[in-house]
């Protein structure tokens, strides 16, 4: 157990909704990624909050958004779904400043019909 | 930008045997490098990570990597593979600490009896 929890484990959507994922860090940890987990594309970084200010952005699109709030849990919001969403979406947590590793959550699996 | 490369898209090893990993990085200075593994239908766990200082880094389960500056590589590797190995692991490599993650493509490893 990493300590980081996301909810839901699983979401089944339609086409075109939107979905909420959340994610909490670890006890401590004030930096939030956020990752894609896809057959084709691999793992990929969406983006990367810091104690709730937005610090870098990797391949996410337009239609998903994120923030973390001041408990410093986060959450990522996608939006007019489509097939290709269907992932597995990760969040991890690091420790604050310096070096240091950043620790998974189990996942959140969405798939959009 | 930094990308990572794992040869091997999928390796079978009998139990008993030893186990090495390929990774390759590419990133124009010395980077902070990971080892995750992912058993089916969970999260990432840390196997090990090389920050800086003795270029072989030991991890859990056994594993352990080599960081080679000259080959731009951090193979791992374990002496001796036991069926519960069997998973996907996966390499990262960070321009720091407390930067996104790049992943390669991972590894499927298969440990026959």
């Known amino acids: 157990d990493s300590g980081v929890t996301q909810t839901p484990k699983h979401l089944i959507t339609a086409t075109g909704q939107r979905v909420t994922l959340r994610c909490s860090p670890r006890s401590g940890d004030l930096s939030v990624y956020w990752y894609q987990q896809s057959l084709d594309q691999g793992l990929q970084f969406l983006i990367h909050?810091?104690?709730?200010?937005?610090?870098a952005k990797g391949n996410i699109l337009e239609r998903f958004s994120a923030q973390q709030f001041p408990d410093l849990h986060s959450e990522l919001n996608l939006s007019s779904l489509e097939l290709g969403d269907s992932a597995l979406y990760f969040c991890?947590?690091?420790?604050?400043?310096?070096?240091?590793?950043?620790?998974f959550g189990p996942g959140t699996r969405l798939t959009v019909l | 930008a930094q990308s990572v490369t794992q040869p091997d898209i999928h390796i079978t090893v009998s139990e008993g045997a030893s186990l090495e990993l390929r990774c390759n990085y590419s990133?124009?200075?010395?980077?902070?490098l990971f080892w995750y593994v992912q058993s089916p239908g969970q999260g990432l766990q840390l196997l090990l990570k090389?920050?800086?200082?003795?270029?072989l880094v030991q991890g859990i389960k056994g594993f352990e990597a080599e960081f080679k500056r000259s080959q731009s590589s951090f193979n791992l590797r374990k002496p001796s593979v036991h069926w519960s190995d069997a998973a996907e692991y996966f390499c990262?490599?960070?321009?720091?600490?407390?930067?996104?993650?790049?992943f390669g493509k991972g590894t499927r490893l298969s440990v026959i009896a």
């Open positions: 990262a490599v960070a321009a720091s600490g407390n930067t996104p993650l790049v």
């Open positions: 990133y124009g200075a010395t980077p902070y």
């Open positions: 090389y920050f800086s200082g003795d270029t």
């Open positions: 909050y810091y104690n709730g200010e937005e610090r």
């Open positions: 991890a947590s690091s420790a604050r400043g310096g070096v240091s590793e950043q620790f």
